[in-house]
């Protein structure tokens, strides 16, 4: 009888071990988007105008509001956007501590965050303007944007 229990115990064991299929490596998530996955602007030094880029791969078909706000997070630190909510083509953040791109980043660097933050967050399909609510400062303060906002004019 004993023999019968170690027998069926071992096979169990066997079973549970083969029956996964699933491997140790992470899935592609979209929420791990990266700096060559998306909009960056610059100066053009020469005419004054903001110039955006796409930089390295289009983004994936399957874009999420928070992989586009965490990569904007990531690469501004000091400006952390929050998102609110949407409603039709709007999508509605804040920033609640905007005292560094209000007063510290001079009158171009808000100009450049609003820029990249607009042209990301606007591919995502259904979105195309982003209202920002934050507290006006010397540089900048809340406004609505869409990409023609950053077209030279």
Not at 10 to 39: H, K
Not at 55 to 60: C, D, N, W
């Amino acid at each position: 009888m004993m023999k019968q229990h170690l027998f069926l115990y071992g096979i169990f064991l066997l079973l549970a071990s083969c029956g996964s299929n699933q491997t140790n490596e992470p899935e592609a998530n979209n929420d791990n988007l990266t700096e060559q996955q998306s909009w960056q602007a610059s100066m053009d030094d020469s005419s004054g105008n903001i110039i955006l880029k796409r930089t390295g791969a289009p983004f994936p078909d399957s874009l999420s509001i928070n992989a586009v706000t965490a990569l904007l997070n990531k690469h501004y630190p000091d400006i952390q956007l929050q998102v609110l909510h949407q409603s039709g083509d709007t999508l509605y953040v804040k920033i609640p501590e905007a005292t560094y791109l209000t007063q510290q980043m001079g009158s171009t660097g808000p100009e450049l965050y609003f820029g990249e933050a607009v042209y990301n967050l606007t591919e995502i399909p259904g979105i195309r303007f982003i209202n920002f609510a934050l507290t006006e400062g010397d540089h900048a303060g809340p406004d609505t944007y869409n990409r023609d906002s950053f077209k030279p004019e």
